[in-house]
């Protein structure tokens, strides 16, 4: 199956994915805030692998804000735009990998995820996997929470 299409829904301002590498790792699976080579984007540069599905599907934006958990070399904040703007809104984040080359039945991508507020779900190829991060708190943005996607 080539083009499994992961999407993050995020209610409020940012998201935050990283991929942790286990076994044979999906080489076009990327963290968000990440370059084509997968090293941490410039604040304010496009990221190659994330889009806004409400900004026409334009790029999201590495960012960093105070307050919430550090970016690091795994993965980055990204929003819209570098500002954070507009607030208390929710947007859709999207980004595709391909996994052609691999066994359907015995994949499974480990990795963390944040939100500032609420992650309402992740889906696979619109598919639901009951993946959220529920509730207006600060653990939400100030640590990541693990999940397995299978």
Do not use: C
């Not at 359907?104 to 992740?122: C, M, T």
């Amino acid at each position: 199956m080539k083009g499994i299409l992961l999407k993050i829904f995020i209610a409020m301002e940012l998201v935050i994915f990283s991929v942790i590498a286990n076994a044979t790792p999906i080489t076009s699976l990327f963290g968000t805030g990440l370059d084509l080579t997968g090293n941490p984007l410039t604040i304010g540069e496009n990221d190659p692998h994330y889009t806004v599905n409400e900004n026409g599907s334009a790029p999201a934006q590495a960012l960093s804000n105070t307050g919430y958990l550090p970016n690091d070399s795994n993965s980055q904040w990204i929003w819209q735009n570098t500002n954070g703007r507009p607030a208390n809104v929710t947007r859709t984040f999207s980004t595709s990998f391909d996994l052609t080359e691999f066994d359907l039945s015995s994949v499974e991508v480990n990795g963390s995820w944040g939100a500032d507020n609420q992650g309402l779900d992740i889906l696979i190829n619109g598919t639901s996997t009951g993946i959220s991060l529920l509730g207006v708190v600060a653990s939400n943005y100030t640590t990541l929470t693990r999940m397995a996607l299978t």
